[in-house]
């Protein structure tokens, strides 16, 4: 692994990636639609895909759909008999109905409305109406739900269009994210969720997400003073990773700071009595103390796995990992977030927000998660306030380019990498020509 950035030191994390350049970005990714269209053909459409959590589909026949534009696709996700999450296209074989219009459920067949065909829950078509008045040759074997790649990685389900995916799912997430997996994720059932429409680029509303140049000034009444600044007065991350495809930056909160600081009780503590010493604290001091012991379950041999705060920063307080495409994942001492930022056109993207705390067992702990709720909408306002503007700027052609500073590194690998696939995919399909 590189070294990481720490203290005062004046490293830039620019000079660690110099494969991703330092000069402007364009602005046409941005606003070009023809370049949308080339990201759904050579990305969306060939990249695992974040969809939901195996929480939501709990036993067999539990399903729910994801309508992804960027992928022209309607996909239904069930829990199988067997107990396995399976993914199919929602598309009847007979006249091409949607199977299920309902965007999530409990069936023992899925049953299309236009003509009853039924398929049961591993895709087979098991029932036709009047079956004798097809052609003698009809074979329901050959006619199922056409299925879609599906796997799942610490409890999140991920599709991929690619029948014959390029990389398994476990080898797209371990080189960056290996060291998350033990994280306590399926611990944490208490889900808030939000979800929005914004006239603007899937990258540009990502991008506002995956730096901290922006807390000073769109969060300055808000948070801002929750994370730990330099001498200069911005909040830089303590560290950036980038990869093949993924990115992480972790970020330090301030110890005096209720929402910077993860040591912080119910009773409104300015302080920790302690700070959080590395990964292998058990996770029963954050999150316990969090709720003066409200929580249902106990945390007490839970241990946060070595992947989280890999700098062992004494004041960290939480690590943001960018999942490629488009899935943003922040993980912490007693709660995660899980964003998902999902293109609809090359200017609308749909927005869905979901957070997830331990299940409280006291009123002190529900009014805890009650305030935490509201304030994180709050903030999440506060970050889309931006960005519509943003947009239409963009698309005026006023500037044809951005320039960023070290700490937007993010901004800049997520740019170099979509385009980089683009290249990879129209290249491949000149040699097939």
Known sequence: MNQPVTGAQPARLHDRYPDLGRGPLPVAPYIDPAYWELEKAHVFKKTWLHVGRVEEIPTAGDYFVKDLAACDASIIVVRTRSGAVKAFHNVCSHRLNKVVYEPCGK????????????????????????EAAFEADFDKETHGLTPVSCDVWQGFVFINMDPAPALSLADFMAPMFGGLEGYPFHMFTACYGWSTVVNCNWKMVLDAFQETYHVGYVHGRSIADALEKTDTGSPHPIDGLCGDFHRRLSIAGNPKSVYGNPKAATTGASAAAEALAGSNRPIATAALRLAQGGTKLSFDEVRLPDGLNWTRHPNWAFDINCVFPEFYLSTRPNYFQAYNFRPISHDKTLFEARVYYPEMKTAGGRFYQEYMKVALRDVLLEDLSTLEHTQAAAATGAKDHMV??????????????????????????????
């Not at 590194?409 to 040699?431: P, S, T, Y």
């Open 404 to 433: 960023l500073q070290d700490f937007e590194i993010m901004v800049r690998h997520g740019a170099v990498v979509v385009d980089r696939l683009i290249r990879a995919g129209l290249e491949a399909d000149r040699a097939r020509a």
């Open 107 to 130: 069936v023992r067949k899925f049953f299309c409305k236009f003509h009853g065909w039924a398929y049961d829950l591993d895709g087979r078509l098991t029932g036709v109406p009047d």
